[in-house]
């Protein structure tokens, strides 16, 4: 078995992976892949070609050279309106985790440095794919189409590459070898030399959600691979296309280092045959991998022992608005990102604090800044994207019983896709009183405008939310120097990200790779950190071997 | 609150951990604290004051300055033969946590650097005290005495400085602060300050052995104070002497920087009330580590989602003695590893698998270095130190009743304590047939000779076992050097550190800080390894915060 191609891939794409090495301690900003979705950057028929590589998907059976299969499932429908009907191959958890198994022992046996080399070679496949990636991104998701192509593609991938980074960085700390001396006075010293392998985990099991299918996933598809674990990946059954894509490229570039494309393979299934618990509880499984809902990441904490388990689950994100000198900037930049891809972020806000003396200004002046936000009913459909599911319809038709609501969730009519799922964010007013209500996850185009005492309550109320459900952001609008610095210590206690003053572009829901730190691992809501050490340092572990050496 | 004490302490021990930064990636042989307990290092008449600082503990209450209690409780009996009768304050498990938690907050808001500081002044106050804690291990464990000081105060401090460098390093590649600025064409950059503060993880449980008190929970307790993570350290009842004196230094080191005491506690119980599971699943309890047996091993990793589990449980080590030209250099140093503390190490091996060609000839070679090492009593009884438990007894006596037993285990009389319960190992031959049996851990003088067929079935069961039921080491004696290759590979597929014809004073029971990873977190007996960075990084997390910059 030779790593002679695959370091040939870690050679050709030398300069993205060094500066990544860098950048990700530097943590300032830097885009490792290209945001912008013009053809200026990508080239001319980018676009279109991508357009044409998506729609030649639909109606087809999803393909895997390598891996037949009897059963088929689908059945993904896109958020605009109109039926994707790809089937993907269907097969038994236990054949898929004999599978990857089987296909790991030999990625095992590749160096971190080949595995690297298979990683960057992938990524730089898959963005090649960009455009393509990002229709079925968009399709599968709802997302608006920048955002499928930014979130989708370019962002996923930089969280992919400093998960990838970051795993070899805590790899590249184990010396291969040392010699062990230990003097014993006027005798020869005892001689022993020790070598320290790195050695992968097991198999990695990624779960993967509807709104983010790639950019949720890929750090941890991608930390695996340079580890040396093969993975499954286990793709919402509404959002699966994405992640076939994904898996396809990984599984050629695995071929063509010679390895077995089965180090990848992709497990379909279906809402009404789910096959997650019985893959997640499988005693090979060493690693899970989730995004999703509470129910499911807490029965994975809580069954499967035998698993390293990195949950991202249902949180309730809390702003607390303090008086300010500038309430109509506040509001522009909490509309737009109350507004953005329809509240659907694991980062979009949800609870909003207001003391009582500037509560109804705040209401007022939000509800204007919404007005103006989504007049244009073209650029409003750009920013909301679709509704991606119907239980998130479901609870915005639930939230609009609510006695409090100020503002109803409209339905826009798309221009280019008659059947698409639009809806404006639905505001309600909210007293204290109403705790259950708001300590609830309500996921989608749903946030809570709630009455506090003052500054103080607001504060109290946040770090209750936060530490009784957990939350992936905080935000606080505050002129007040000194509320600002003691909100965002309550927020690194309750162990949650936090933010101050943003403003215009600058907006909560946003997680850049290889700066910001997604996630905390340190509250409900996040039982990991993309990407930190803990994040990467359980899916190798080392094996240390002692010899004696002869006396020099 | 001022950092000063504890900085100056950082600075007076700077050349300690200067060393130590260093010697943790280098991996070769370092004696941070030096293991020989001569007066000639340690200065005249040091072991005797030491000795009379642990006597008079006995038949006296344990006070903890600032930690009154109602109840009391004690009952430590020394395996060599006498009651102790030191008293420690009971006190229940919500008022540890209180006191725990609150006394964290303070904790917490010391730099790492300040906590690193207090760290090193508590290991060199330890150190000064290494002849009373190497005693109190002696009369707890029933360690021979040279063990007592090594194990439970040269290498134990070792392992103490190895796990708080290790956590220091990770949480110094956290940059506090980073500028991110976004390029926006013609229009200004989009410019932030991010700020990443390192963020304790909560209250930290350790649960410690009897056998090894000091060395096992050191690693745990100072990685969590480095990190800011208040300790409740709950020893086992049969030795909790020297986890006192550790906490009563930890407090007035707490203390003189200014600090709540309470940041480390001290949570006696007795076997008839035991309060570890209390403790355990409290949700204040972030970190749990135990060493121990499975059963509440496993329990703890089942039981307390809320908190990250290290836990070092029971374990079947294997050896396999393939053909050689030297079997009685093999079997002396065979012998050895059985005998030193009377196979009461978690690294001791159990399991001997021997090719049927040479059976009969090792078992005899063996039996002959049984003798050889063990024929001079005063010094056999300083190798085999006394037993620990009455249970470890209970398991001597039933194995007595083997159909194969070839060697009985012998009671020696100690020359100094005339109740020390002193044994030599018991051997008894087994074949494959007994996999039931030797797939069962017997802790304590007991080892299997296990008769197979060939190397190659020797090697497929010692996998085996490893991989059903955990090992801390792994060993072969072979003259092949193909074989003794495969023998390394299996062992670190199966996820259990290794070594190779071991001779003379290498015995496979060591494991040395700064160079040997002990354990590897990847076997049914170890849920972590000493101390790699998957042992410290979930002990602490990142809180960040984002704020806009004004374009320059």
Redesign the interface.
Known sequence: MSEKQALDWLNLHGERLNQARTRI?????WNAFPETPSEKIHGEGAKEAGRKSFESRLENPFAFPGFDSAGETGGERSPYGFALNVRYPAAAPEELIRRAAAAGEQLAAFSPDARMGIAMEAMGRLWARNFELAYSVMHTSGQGFVMSFQAGAAHALERALEAAVCAEE?MR?I?PI??????RGKRPP?L?E?R??V?P?GVGLVVACATFPTWNSYPAIFANVVCGNPVIVKPHPAAALPLAITVEVLRDVFAEAGLERDAAVFAADSADAPIAKKLAADPRVKLIDFTGGSAFG?WL??NT?QAKVFAEKSGVNCVLVGETARPEEVARNLAFSLSLYSGQMCTSPQNIFIPEAHFAQTADALNDAMDGLLSDNARAVEVLGAIQSEETMRRIKDASALPGVARESKALSHPHFEGARVQTPLLAKLTTKDGELYRRECFGPVAYLIKVADEEEGLREMRSCIESRGALTALIYADDEDLVARA?DT???A????????????LVNHS?AF???HG???NPACGA?LT???FV??RF????????LAAS
Chains 1, 2 share one sequence.
């Open positions: 301690r530097e943590r300032g900003f805590e700390r010396p040392a010699r062990w001396e230990k003097p005892l022993m020790k320290f392998r050695m985990r807490e904490e809580q022992p965002l927020a690194a206690r162990g949650v990200n936090a933010a101050a003053n943003l403003s215009g572009e600058a850049s700066s910001d730190y905390t691992g340190a950190c930190d050490a803990a340092a359980s572990y080392v094996a240390q071997s002692r010899r004696m």
